[in-house]
């Protein structure tokens, strides 16, 4: 009933909330966070497309890198073929199935996490499920956001995806060694699209076949606050320069367009 | 198609204010999705249809602000255009966003006994 004159109009009440709907995935992504932070491991949310080859740097980075502690958990709708790869590599994984849905969310690394094994890990990766588009907007507890884009992807891809790469703190640019067979794909294109979606548009180039740019990827791994993308190297202050002529990038580049020679 | 998830968070929030009023139905919500939120309105909007069924939002209408995103220079201020390199023409310093991200539920509004 009105509370003004008890004319029995109903009562309607507006109230500002201001609150982010995704709110209840933030609290319990801070939840995930703290339990990262408390074990001291690095945690890395690693998105991409289907195919982009998420699986194969991670089995690159165990083979360039068998020392550094990895563990996993990979996002799947249907299969368990990701953490069983990663498993046979010797990554410590398990597989969060998701059925339909196409992304993950903090409360499903959350329940994950409580069957995680008790072994010290450096850097935990939370490998999304392909996609990329929604899980670019789920906070999952992650400290950094990482982005496979693949050379047979094409060049348009952060302009056609904008909020997965301004949501990405670093590319890999994987299959590199495809690069010959794609002569309209150039890793700078790639780049100078980047740049348009992402203010720091921090990129490595990487070859989990040929293994070139993996001991890069490495290097970022064990140090991502103080990587300097100008020499792929690590480094006190991390600004973003130029491409370097020296880099994995550019050295496909030109012995591609023969201007290496 | 993560929209469903959303328009279910969106519920479960609403529906929570609601409670929190002793509220006997949700009129009217409104929310804030930003350009760069992810989110795309008309299908969050099919998503609402289905996801309000007998609940306290039943029949309550969905209102969609929508926010274009605007950059600026994160070290002087000075406005950066879209379509270019996220960076300060002046100082060269990287764009941050200002606005353009929102996914935020603004306003309730609710039936009260």
Redesign the interface.
């Known amino acids: 009933?009105c509370d003004v004159c008890g004319c029995g109009d109903?009562?309607?009440?507006?109230?500002?909330?201001?609150?982010?709907?995704?709110?209840?995935?933030d609290r319990i992504a801070g939840h995930n966070r703290e339990h990262f932070a408390r074990l001291g491991m690095l945690a890395i949310n690693l998105m991409g497309s289907p195919g982009a080859g998420k699986t194969a740097l991670l089995e690159a980075t165990r083979r360039a890198a068998p020392e550094l502690r990895l563990a996993a958990v990979s996002g799947d709708l249907a299969t368990d073929n990701d953490a069983e790869r990663l498993r046979r590599a010797g990554i410590p994984a398990q597989t969060i199935t998701t059925g339909t849905?196409?992304?993950l969310?903090a409360s499903l690394v959350h329940h994950a996490l409580h069957h995680a094994g008790e072994e010290p890990v450096d850097v935990f990766v939370i490998e999304n499920v392909g996609n990329l588009?929604?899980p670019?907007?789920?906070d999952l507890g992650q400290r950094f956001n990482v982005v496979a884009l693949s050379v047979t992807e094409g060049p348009d891809k952060p302009l056609k995806y904008?909020?997965?790469f301004?949501a990405a703190d670093l590319v890999v640019l994987t299959k590199t060694d495809l690069l010959p067979h794609v002569p309209d794909v150039d890793p700078e294109r790639i780049r100078?699209a980047l740049?348009?979606?992402?203010?720091?548009p921090r990129m490595l180039c990487v070859s989990a076949t040929t293994g070139e740019g993996v001991a890069e990827w490495v290097r970022w791994l064990r140090n991502p606050s103080g990587f300097d993308h100008a020499t792929e190297r690590p480094s006190p202050d991390g600004w973003?320069g130029q491409a370097d002529p020296s880099s994995p990038c550019e050295t496909t580049r030109l012995a591609t367009t023969g201007r290496g020679e | 198609m993560h929209e469903y998830s959303i328009a279910a968070s969106l519920l479960r929030q609403a529906e929570e204010h609601a409670q929190k009023h002793a509220a006997s139905r949700v009129v009217r919500l409104e929310i804030c999705v930003g350009e760069l939120a992810g989110v795309e309105v008309p299908l969050l909007e099919t998503a609402w249809s289905l996801v309000r069924e007998r609940s306290l939002c039943g029949d309550a209408s969905l209102a969609v602000r929508r926010q274009p995103a605007r950059w600026e220079c994160g070290r002087c201020g000075e406005p950066v255009a879209r379509g270019l390199a996220l960076r300060c023409e002046r100082c060269g310093a990287p764009a941050r966003l200002v606005e353009g991200d929102e996914l935020v539920l603004e306003r309730i509004e609710m039936e009260v006994a």
């Open positions: 009933m109903p009562n309607i009440v507006s109230e500002e909330i201001h609150e982010r709907i995704l709110s209840e995935n849905a196409c992304h969310d588009v929604c670019a907007i789920y904008p909020v997965m301004r100078a740049a348009r979606v992402m203010p720091e973003l």
